[in-house]
Nanobody, 133 residues
């Protein structure tokens, strides 16, 4: 069974920290790209961060750059998203997804993170992150 399970969300005050986990079963992360997305009420799902494949390259959306850190533990087949200096604007349901190819594109000196459906498994329930003022 191929499955991705998000956990680690919760309620935190502005300026606080949370660490999200994306645990995989049924496949390995090593040669894949694992991405974090988030969706706030009334908003479109947006890309937050991505790591992969074998090189472990990383990408961060401008809105979280310098505050969030993505990492992976191959032994545990788990990807983490360390979120520091959280803001109320970070409030959303956070999802992780596995892709065969990078969801990041590069064009004329700029990177673009397009929202893509998972190539392995399906969208999970996500984990709720709520940041209070």
């Amino acid at each position: 069974e191929v499955q991705l399970v998000e956990s680690g969300g919760g309620l935190v005050q502005a300026g606080g920290s949370l660490r999200l986990s994306c645990a995989a079963s049924g496949f390995r992360f090593d040669d894949l790209f694992i991405a974090w997305y988030r969706q706030a009420p009334g908003k479109e799902r947006e890309g937050v961060s991505c790591i992969g494949g074998s090189e472990g390259s990383t990408y961060y959306a401008d809105s979280v750059k310098g505050r969030f850190t993505i990492s992976r533990d191959s032994a545990k087949n788990t990807v983490y998203l360390q979120m520091d200096s959280l803001k109320p604007e970070d409030t959303a349901v956070y999802y992780c997804a596995a892709h065969r190819f990078s969801p990041i594109t590069y064009s004329r000196g700029r990177y673009y993170f397009r929202t893509r459906d998972p190539d392995f498994g399906s969208w999970g329930q996500g984990t709720q992150v709520t940041v209070s003022s």
